[in-house]
């Protein structure tokens, strides 16, 4: 299976600044999609990213929140805009090569915004 | 994608089999189901999965009702390191974003000495 290598693996922020998360895999992948787990809670989708457009959001997600970049098949990156206490979570980049083949997971980004 | 329902937490005692069930009542007949677990502060792990024959891997099984409603994933011989938060999935297989993945509260495995 694909190597997922998310930085940081953990950042302390402030609130009102921006974070921009990484995701690197070892082969490219046909689907990536990024992932929010608040605190006690599964995971929630936030959006798949597109190789060379624009992401797709689920319902309650924004571009202008989360902006989403993916330049190639082995590459995105999430950003957490004006932060607040409430994004404080583990966000976790997911990714899979099409077909029935499972999605993986990388071991995610822990934040906390004070 | 399907909804699934699973127990929010179970026990299992180390050594003994433990067999979590998962109700995907409303699966299509082109979804899939998917095990995952989450150990803590840990990335969800892939477990198996299956349309609908039973399935085995060096982890666990599968075992999936003829009807497809429901399935079972069955840890033969539950260590310690086997606590953990499992989810049930369903979902298309695809190469298209529709492959994406919802999940649900999973179920909360504990593994007693």
């Known amino acids: 299976s694909a190597v997922i290598s998310q930085k940081p693996s953990r950042d302390i922020c402030q609130r009102g600044t921006s974070l921009t998360i990484q995701c690197q895999v070892d082969s490219q992948v046909t689907m990536m999609f990024w992932y929010r787990q608040q605190p006690g809670q599964s995971l929630t989708l936030i959006a798949t990213?597109?190789?060379?457009?624009?992401?797709?959001?689920e319902s309650g997600f924004v571009i202008d929140k989360f902006p989403i970049s993916r330049p190639n098949l082995t590459f995105s990156t999430l950003t957490v805009s004006n932060m607040s206490p409430e994004d404080s979570s583990i966000y976790l980049c997911?990714?899979?090569?099409?077909?029935?083949?499972?999605?993986?997971f990388g071991n995610g980004t822990r934040l906390t915004v004070t | 994608d399907a909804k699934t329902t699973q127990p929010p937490s179970m026990d299992c005692a180390e050594g003994r089999a433990a067999n979590l069930p998962c109700n995907h009542s409303t699966i299509s007949g082109n979804e899939y189901v998917y095990w995952y677990r989450q150990i803590h502060s840990q990335g969800p792990q892939y477990i198996i999965h299956g349309l609908k024959n039973n399935e085995t891997n060096e982890m666990a099984s599968l075992i999936i009702t003829e009807d497809r409603k429901s399935s079972t994933l069955i840890l033969p011989h539950a260590t310690l390191r086997d606590t953990a938060v499992y989810y049930c999935?369903?979902?298309?297989?695809?190469?298209?974003?529709?492959?994406?993945?919802?999940f649900g509260d999973g179920t909360t495995l504990t593994v007693k000495p």
């Open positions: 999935i369903v979902r298309v297989a695809t190469n298209t974003n529709a492959g994406k993945s919802t």
């Open positions: 997911s990714v899979g090569t099409g077909g029935n083949s499972p999605l993986h």
């Open positions: 990213a597109n190789q060379g457009s624009e992401a797709t959001y």
